[in-house]
């Protein structure tokens, strides 16, 4: 039978925390995947797609998910994490949207915004469902395939839409409003996930092993928050590139005018 279980078991304020956590993540990660786009190098392009993908997929993604889960509790048995899963679960979302960003490239094109929205919102929810892998407790867990689906589509849309929004306008603010996509993107796959979650509880089961996810998660975020210094003052002290204009020839060797779209924050 499915028994109790608590997703706001220290507080909503927790969801407003987890949510701020995945904007801010997702507003320097965006930020970065613009900078990319305009990089002269190969290697420094590769650099802002480091920077985009630890910030969304370490922050806005996976540091996001362990602070929601700070509020699952199943009554009567302890919560606890194993360290293997954890750790991969991390390295699977940096990785995963890394490959998503990559595959966007530096000009617009709808299938390539498609393609890295995809793997960048399969991302999320491969995250999700490897963090869950994590989680132990005296009993087993059941997920109702129904908002798996639907966890899978709201990650995947959103993320597209985030996407667009930062490689195609140029309203800084409007591009904002794309990290806050993303960010409910990320919030709401999570919990989505969670509502699909429904759990067996075993009072004779033995004790599970693992870390309680305060013993890493606090360090864990302290080093998260810090590790953000580097892209944000990376974006910062860029070069200022304003809408710029250069000449290319024509087939016919006549100058034609074209214009460059410029990176900001």
Do not use: K
């Amino acid at each position: 039978m499915s028994d109790e279980m608590n997703h706001f078991s220290m507080g909503i304020w927790l969801l407003g925390l987890a949510f701020v956590v995945s904007v801010v993540g997702s507003v320097v990660g965006l930020a970065c995947t613009r900078h990319s786009a305009f990089a002269t190098t190969s290697a420094a392009r590769m650099r802002w797609l480091f920077m985009a993908a630890l910030s969304i997929g370490g922050v806005a993604i996976w540091l996001m998910h362990f602070i929601a889960m700070l509020g699952f509790a199943v009554p009567g048995s302890p919560i606890r994490y194993n360290v293997m899963w954890t750790v991969v679960s991390a390295v699977i979302s940096v990785a995963a949207v890394f490959v998503g960003l990559l595959i966007i490239g530096t000009r617009f094109q709808w299938t390539r915004v498609l393609a890295g929205g995809l793997i960048t919102g399969l991302a999320v929810n491969v995250m999700h469902y490897t963090g869950m892998r994590a989680l132990r407790f005296q009993g087993e867990i059941h997920y109702d395939m129904l908002y798996v689906v639907l966890s899978v589509v709201i990650a995947v849309v959103a993320g597209t839409a985030a996407l667009w929004f930062t490689l195609v306008l140029e309203s800084t603010l409007l591009r904002f409003v794309g990290a806050i996509i993303m960010g409910v993107a990320v919030v709401g796959m999570h919990y989505t996930g969670m509502a699909a979650v429904s759990v067996v509880h075993d009072a004779g089961a033995p004790a599970p092993e693992g870390l309680e996810v305060f013993s890493f998660l606090f360090p864990v975020f302290v080093l998260g928050l810090l590790a953000l210094v580097v892209p944000i003052v990376a974006v910062l002290t860029a070069p200022d590139r304003t809408t710029g204009v250069r000449m290319e020839s024509a087939p016919e060797g006549r100058p034609v005018e074209t214009r460059d779209l410029a990176p900001s924050i």
